[in-house]
């Protein structure tokens, strides 16, 4: 069990970053320019998380039980909390409207 956790938060880590890249691309590259001011908390959240997470993924390493119970269970929760609270700041500040065009 704290084996396949541990895989699980390395291919979570890595697809944070591939997230948190993607969206610098696109904030330094002007894809985003008019949205720039609401794209900084959910780059900052997601550092927040990539760094909890990272953390979290040393703890697991170490011998089975300790390395879950009590601090990586927290780690955990603090993740989920922090992307909790970025995706309802995402859900509260409006969408975009997109129009089709035939």
Do not use: C, K
Request: aromatic share 8%; no cysteine.
């Amino acid at each position: 069990m704290g084996r396949f956790s541990a895989w699980l938060l390395l291919a979570g880590l890595v697809v944070g970053v591939l997230a948190v890249l993607a969206a610098l691309v696109d904030l330094f590259t002007g894809r985003l320019s008019g949205e720039a001011g609401r794209v900084w908390p959910y780059l900052l959240g997601s550092l927040v998380v990539l760094v909890v997470s990272l953390f979290n993924a040393l703890v697991h390493s170490r011998d089975a039980w300790t390395s879950v119970v009590p601090t990586g269970l927290i780690l955990s929760a603090v993740a989920v909390i922090v992307i909790l609270l970025v995706g309802l700041l995402g859900w509260s500040s409006g969408r975009t409207q997109v129009e089709v065009v035939e």
